[in-house]
């Protein structure tokens, strides 16, 4: 098995605040200086105009993915204002009403949430180090972590794409989620345990599955790795106007192809 160097973190005692600047209540992760607007159109996948107050805002979109069924013409969405000289923009786009729920767009959330996530124990008990963005083969998995003699990679993907409780990922074609899976089998038969997971960015989820429809080739690899020892879990998540945190698992449904 390949010696790596990991980084010891604070296992205890330690909020998404002070490791990411953006505040702490409650183990939540939280944004500051939040406001509400409609969202008026996406020109492209960086950017979109929020009418704020009367005035049409442009605003930085924090996810490439697609969202076109949350951000609809006219939806209620959350901004956080950020100005700042070095901005292109004073706003980012961080959350949305979809129905009577808040769903969270922000595509850095599900990593720095399951980081707390992990730091409270919550998953993997008695950990001692943690490695952030961990080089490994040819990727760079989101998480190394130790815990005793177990060591073992971890990939986080964020969900968005929800249809009446059915969650699913991904809302577009993503090469990169195949070849990170495929390298997490070549950690299962390095030694490594290996897990990926999905952080669904809203409650209510009834179950999870991959996105079959929109790209086949993900699921199907997928379930091969469930069946070469990697371990697929999938979290929701309590969403607010200025706060998000993880809270149940929810069931892990193969697709069909």
Do not use: W
């Not at 939040?34 to 960086?46: L, T």
């Not at 030694?191 to 209510?204: L, N, R």
């Amino acid at each position: 098995m390949p010696i790596l160097t990991p980084v010891q973190v604070p296992i205890s005692g330690t909020c998404a605040g002070d490791l990411y600047e953006k505040g702490c209540r409650r183990n939540q992760m939280i944004y500051n200086n939040v406001i509400s607007g409609k969202f008026i159109d996406r020109p492209n996948r960086f950017i979109a105009n929020v009418e704020v107050e009367g005035i049409s805002r442009v605003c930085h979109v924090k996810n490439t993915g697609r969202c076109k069924e949350i951000l609809l013409p006219g939806t209620d969405v959350f901004l956080q204002h950020l100005p700042s000289p070095s901005r292109k923009t004073s706003y980012d786009l961080i959350s949305a009403y979809k129905g009577n729920k808040i769903i969270n767009i922000d595509s850095q959330a599900p990593n720095k949430i399951f980081m707390e996530f992990l730091q409270q124990g919550k998953l993997i008990p008695d950990i001692t180090h943690i490695k952030p963005e961990c080089r490994h083969l040819n990727s760079r998995f989101d998480f190394y972590v130790e815990s005793g003699d177990r060591k073992m990679f971890i990939e986080v993907k964020g969900v968005t794409l929800e249809k009446n409780g059915v969650m699913k990922f991904p809302d577009a074609p993503t090469e990169r989620g195949v070849r990170h899976v495929n390298e997490l089998c070549e950690c299962i038969r390095e030694g490594f345990e290996a897990y990926v997971i999905f952080v669904i960015q809203m409650k209510g989820a009834k179950y999870f599955t991959p996105n079959m429809d929109t790209h086949p080739k993900f699921g199907l690899v997928l379930e091969e790795a469930k069946q070469q020892g990697v371990k697929v879990l999938a979290f929701e998540c309590e969403a607010g106007d200025d706060y998000i945190f993880i809270t149940d698992e929810v069931p892990v449904i193969p697709g069909i192809a």
